[in-house]
């Protein structure tokens, strides 16, 4: 591909990785979308992510304040799904609820003209999200040292694209890694990780009980303990649309609980969650107007909780501090610092009625950002 040619890429790595593979060099690279993205919101993890489809749905970023031209320029990606993918059918012949998407080569083949269609609308949308995200950045001031040194698209072009370039020229060629390192890091990861979401699950456990068996890392569990998913944003501000208290959620059965008339335990259990907080508020909602629950989102009903505090197990759940070498008695926790007035305690504090209740609160929301953390840990810089 011509080096006076300037490419612009969403997810550069893996699209320059499988053109690599069948033989074709690139050059020319502009900039990827993905870390534009990044650079201009860095906590869309739980937002909708990355992926082309979400950011160019997301008004956010491709508004431009006139809704003639807003209607066109939001339309975003369809997904693969959407334009290809079928409903399996029953043995009666009805559709299963599950859809499922043919091998990439039948549908090149088979569904050629969508499959071109889809393809060049990749392509456009990728242009318009980089004309949008440039524009953001440019009115964005890139600070070094409490001076301006330009903007944050600047910032991109003097420092991302290079390390973009180089990172990608890095997994084409691989490095070495010490594969034993990596696999004790990512055991102790796992251990860190149980730590804190069996924290979170405690705690949450005491307003609702089947919160001990709930799965952390789901948003909509998450956001029906903390908000019982009413807080969808209306029409009007601070209006909400109402849903039910509580919901039934299908969770894996870990415990082996064997349901009344089972031979066998079941693979997967119902839990009931609902509510557990009438006061807690937050000013910030996703793309869908659901509460975000973004790591910044988060940190205000957490704010500072050290570390040392966030790994301790308190008095309601078992007497210890977790360490490397096991539950630490109490005696010894003045070795370590768990000195409460080393806190800033965040909006939960108040909601759940302050003292032990609001410092508990804290911790344990505190603990769940901490398992989010050691999930990107783990995801991408030790498995990858």
Not at 5 to 31: Q, R, T
Not at 139 to 144: A, D, I, K, R
């Amino acid at each position: 591909m011509g080096r006076k040619m300037c490419l612009v890429w969403h997810n550069y790595s893996f699209d320059s990785h499988i053109i690599g593979n069948n033989g074709i060099k690139l050059a020319g690279f502009l900039v990827d979308t993905m870390h534009l993205a990044r650079l201009f919101d860095s906590s869309r993890t739980t937002d909708g992510g990355y992926s082309l489809e979400a950011l160019t749905s997301d008004p956010k970023i491709m508004s431009q304040g006139n809704s003639d031209d807003d209607v066109e320029l939001i339309s975003g990606k369809m997904s693969m799904k959407s334009i290809f993918g079928k409903k399996k059918l029953k043995k009666d012949g009805t559709e299963e609820k599950i859809i499922t998407l043919p091998p990439v080569d039948v549908l090149q083949r088979e569904e050629r003209r969508s499959w071109i269609r889809y393809s060049a609308l990749d392509a456009v949308n990728t242009l318009k999200l980089f004309n949008r995200l440039k524009e953001k950045l440019m009115h964005v001031p890139w600070f070094l040292k409490d001076s301006i040194q330009g903007t944050m698209y600047n910032f991109y072009e003097k420092c991302w694209r290079p390390f973009g370039v180089l990172l990608v020229k890095m997994e084409s060629e691989g490095i070495l890694v010490d594969k034993v390192h990596l696999s004790k890091i990512e055991k102790l990861a796992v251990g860190d990780k149980q730590i804190v979401a069996d924290k979170f699950r405690r705690w949450a456990s005491k307003y609702c009980e089947d919160a001990k068996y709930m799965n952390v890392g789901s948003n909509t569990q998450i956001r029906q303990l903390l908000f019982d998913d009413t807080s969808r944003r209306g029409r009007i501000e601070m209006n909400f649309e109402l849903k039910p208290l509580s919901k039934l959620f299908k969770v894996l059965n870990t415990e082996k609980i064997f349901e009344e008339g089972k031979k066998a335990p079941l693979k997967y259990r119902t839990i009931h969650l609902h509510k557990i907080c009438e006061g807690l508020q937050t000013d910030m909602y996703t793309a869908s107007r659901f509460p975000s629950l973004s790591a910044d989102a988060l940190k205000v009903f957490a704010r500072n909780i050290p570390s040392n505090q966030i790994y301790w197990i308190d008095n309601a759940c078992s007497d210890g501090y977790v360490t490397e070498e096991g539950i630490m008695d109490d005696h010894k926790l003045s070795d370590i610092g768990t000195d409460y007035e080393d806190c800033s305690y965040g909006t939960a504090f108040e909601a759940f009625g302050g003292g032990n209740k609001g410092r508990e609160a804290c911790e344990a929301i505190a603990a769940l950002c901490e398992t989010s953390a050691i999930d990107s840990l783990i995801t991408n810089f030790i498995i990858h």
